[in-house]
């Protein structure tokens, strides 16, 4: 059963990380859930899905294992970087990154996690820390006042759903990223406090779905599947864009807390996301349960985020390296360009995900050499 329950759960991870990938190539795997829709918030929910009441306990050992699992490898990738942007620097001419300081290397990532172009996916792990440690503290304190699963659920929704509105009410502000490239957020404190309550919402959905709806609701009826496709039906009416720095409607870009002119759109797009993620788990696990890449992928989705745009990055070289273009064209686009990408999109996704994949059983069987014990 434990068994199971894992494989279920490494299956769930790596379409979640198979999501962000493809987004980060702009087009959807699941048709009518556009990128930047839900990824991020299926990831949140398959954390709170993990969370075991012990840890309302022990919060020092949740702690130290949220540190050891999230914190201490992001700086390991953070000082990876450092030196690959370094080289990289030199051979493009550009440097993919904010300037090179204390502040940048230890604050940074936590404020919004875009130090370094290459590594920036991973701004997740720091914000998945704070939203961690956020709802273990706010769920013992909830636990303590009421009992009833509805009073915590309808807390963590109004959290939820009140993030969207709070974030428009910040002054909006310009920050440069590097390299002349600015953008509009809101300042760092406000950023940190409107993704922490958007998320949290996510993190208690997936601690309630565990806990009481999994093996005791179905909620994969064809009156449920007929419900979610019509509401994502009446959501896309506004989609208008997959480009997220054109305000995009049905899409929305969390780590910058911006959602267009949108007020509950993107939670709704949220649910909708999570539930088609979920049905697919339903369908295809009895197919790729016993599937080793899958297994692999699911078990190695941080290394998976932290590195699929530098593979992307050498893809493209190689494709210069092929066609004689010269590898300073590349610092003429941004970190998320790609050669040709109408003809190459598919096979830059493929080729990703096995290069990004096994690159992570690589790391994680060094880890289990070499230091056993961290």
Known sequence: MEKEFSNKINVLKALAILLVVSGHLEFSLLGMFTPYSFQLALFFFISGYLFKDKYLNEVSTFIQRRVKSLILPYYLYNAFYL??????????????GQPISLKNFFITPFLNGHQFDLSCPLWFVTQLFMSMIAFLFLFRVLKKASSNK??????????GFGAIPLSKMFEPISINLGNFETLTTIEPISLIIVRTMFSVFFVYLGYYYKNYIEDKVDIFTLKWAGAVISLQAILWLFNRDYDPTHGIGLSYVIVWARFDQQIIVPIFTALSGIWASLFVLKLVYPYVKDSKFIKYMGETTYHIMANHLLVMFLITLVFFKIYNIPIEERAQHNIYWIYNPVQTTYLYFVLTMIISTYTGVFLQRLKKKFFPNI
Request: glycine share 8%.
């Open 83 to 96: 030196g690959v942007t370094v080289l990289i620097a030199h051979l493009t001419g550009k440097f993919w």
């Open 150 to 159: 509805f009073v915590h659920l309808v807390f963590f929704a109004i959290l």
